[in-house]
């Protein structure tokens, strides 16, 4: 019987049997055979449409709903301080940019004794942490920051991000200064030997404060943890080991 006749037969086949059972995909092929696409409601912009699309696609997204972080945003500091040795045990981290409390909660699961931040937007209570709902950039903010360290911090985080008006100088001035706030900030109150760590975006930091940084800290660099997004046009900026006020 030629091979036609053998795959048009009702008989049952002779050769190796195959498994019912259908083979477990790996997490990556899992991941892209959930593709989900969202339709395009009543009074949704196509960018808010692309956004959420992206969100429910975003592995990160997902892992840490399985972890239980509160933002994609953990496994950025979690890969800066695998990278950098940021935070060490018993520190005491100030979280410039809290919400929703992703970097606060990881600062406590590397050791963190206590964690102080801020935040424009609620955050909701993290064990160890103590965060106050206040706009960084008010004057008033700063001393209300200093008055809630019983010492001088180890490790200063910053994940400000201004909210964007869509005209490009205006944007980027106003992340500017939202970066060199933190900077001064935290060359103020850190102890001699800490870091800071900022978001900053494309073209990296401007050339006076990278030059006041490195006057200020042993090591400055530029990185790009993978857990941001590769079409993102943020970097972080890591200055370690600061030299103390002069």
């Known amino acids: 019987m030629n091979d036609k006749n053998k795959r048009m037969s009702g008989g049952k086949p002779t050769g190796e049997r195959r498994s019912r059972k259908t083979p477990k995909e790996s997490k990556d092929n899992a991941t892209r055979m959930m593709h989900h696409k969202v339709k395009?409601?009543?009074g949704r912009k196509i960018g808010s449409k692309?956004?959420?699309?992206?969100?429910l696609n975003d592995p990160y997204v997902k892992e840490a709903?399985?972890?239980g972080y509160r933002s994609r945003a953990a496994f950025k500091l979690k890969e800066l301080n695998e990278k950098y040795k940021l935070i060490k045990k018993d520190a005491l981290v100030v979280d410039l940019g809290a919400a929703p409390g992703g970097w606060v909660q990881v600062s406590m699961e590397l050791g963190a004794k206590e964690v102080i931040g801020i935040d424009i937007l609620p955050v909701e209570t993290v064990a160890g942490a103590q965060i106050i709902e206040m706009d960084f950039m008010l004057d008033e903010a700063s001393d209300k920051l200093k008055s809630m360290l019983g010492r001088e911090p180890d490790v200063v985080l910053s994940d400000l991000a201004a909210?964007?008006?869509g005209h490009?100088?205006?944007?980027?001035?106003?992340?500017?200064?939202?970066v060199e706030a933190a900077a001064e900030f935290a060359m103020e109150v850190?102890?001699?030997?800490g870091n800071f760590v900022t978001k900053v975006f494309q073209g990296g930091t401007e050339r006076k404060l990278l030059d006041r940084l490195k006057d200020n800290f042993e090591f400055v660099r530029h990185a790009k943890p993978n857990a941001s997004r590769k079409g993102s046009p943020e970097i972080y900026l890591v200055a370690k080991n600061f030299r103390g006020r002069k």
Do not use: C, M, S, Y
């Open 65 to 67: 709903k399985i972890q």
């Open 40 to 42: 395009t409601a009543r």
């Open 50 to 55: 692309l956004w959420l699309e992206r969100q």
């Open 163 to 165: 909210n964007t008006t």
């Open 168 to 178: 490009r100088n205006t944007d980027h001035l106003k992340t500017v200064a939202l």
């Open 190 to 193: 850190l102890r001699p030997g």
